[in-house]
């Protein structure tokens, strides 16, 4: 049994799918949390739970992420754990692909990250405390037809974790990265059954996962028992990236 003394986290897009799930896990292990989305309807779905503290946000503006901090510190003085979970997929081609849906998937998924990281890292550096962790995906890793922008993102935010727990880690801060395979979500809900069919082909488990095994190894790695874990991808994806 994990034990979680009362402490804060940031979660990104914590409003549907896999964030909404860590935010639930952490607020049920004590932690004040915010959860972060673009619009306050989203936030409904976790504005009433105990912990769960909804503020809107676009990671993509950095203004809104200063907005973020300043009510972080407001309300608790720091943060002591990041979820960089918030993402977005805008698929094509990339013979087809506009500019602006390149731009705008590195914007989310990247470049954002980025922004609110710096931001929070400073009172990490501070206190000597902190646990950053990063959603990327296998796609990062592997690659995928279609999806070249939110793959290099993905790819980025991967090689962001190593490098910032090479220069972090005197400070007593991790940073891992989880990789997730195909989870059941709003993101992969528009697949049609043949698509979905040809991933179950390729995972050795045979089901998608859930957000709740996501939400797990992120409260795992929130612990004192991964406090010598860093620099790390954990792929969660019932196997199939051994394919
Ligand atoms: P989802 O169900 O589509 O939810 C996305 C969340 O991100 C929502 O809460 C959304 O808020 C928020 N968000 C989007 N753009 C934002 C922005 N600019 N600023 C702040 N919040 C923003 O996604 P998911 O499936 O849970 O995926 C979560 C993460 O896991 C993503 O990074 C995704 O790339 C990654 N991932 C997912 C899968 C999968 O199979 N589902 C696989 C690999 C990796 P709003 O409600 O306000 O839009």
């Known amino acids: 049994m994990l ?3 009362t402490k804060t986290a940031i979660v990104t897009g ?3 799918g896999i964030g909404k799930e860590i935010s639930l896990i952490l607020a049920q292990n004590n932690f004040n949390v915010v959860a972060v989305a673009t619009s306050e309807k989203s936030l409904d779905s ?3 739970i105990k912990n769960i503290h909804p503020f809107c946000c676009d990671i993509s503006d950095e203004k809104s992420i200063e907005e973020l901090y300043e009510f972080v510190i407001s309300k608790f003085g720091h943060a002591d754990v990041l979820v960089n979970n918030a993402g977005i997929h805008m698929d094509n081609i990339l013979l087809r692909m506009k500019s602006e849906e390149w731009n705008q998937v590195m ?3 990247l470049n954002g990250p980025f922004h609110l990281t710096k931001t929070v890292l400073k ?3 501070k206190n000597k405390n902190g646990r950053i962790i990063n959603i990327s995906s296998i796609s990062g890793t592997d690659g995928n037809k279609g999806q070249g922008n939110y793959a290099a993102s993905k790819g980025g935010l991967l090689a962001l974790t190593k490098s910032l727990a090479k220069e ?5 801060i991790t940073v891992n990265c989880i990789a997730p395979g195909l989870i059941e979500t709003d993101m992969t809900s528009h697949l ?4 979905k069919q040809g991933y179950l082909d390729r995972i050795p ?3 998608l996962g859930k957000p709740k095994d996501i939400g797990q190894m992120i409260l795992f790695l929130c612990s004192d028992e991964a406090s010598y874990i860093t620099g790390q991808t954990f792929y969660i994806d019932g196997g199939m990236s051994l394919n």
């Open 3 to 5: 034990n979680f003394s």
């Open 14 to 16: 914590g409003s549907r």
């Open 46 to 48: 976790v504005r009433d």
């Open 107 to 109: 914007n989310v998924n």
């Open 123 to 125: 009172d990490m550096v």
């Open 168 to 172: 972090v880690g005197r400070r007593n």
């Open 192 to 195: 049609s059954d043949t698509v």
């Open 205 to 207: 488990l045979k089901k």
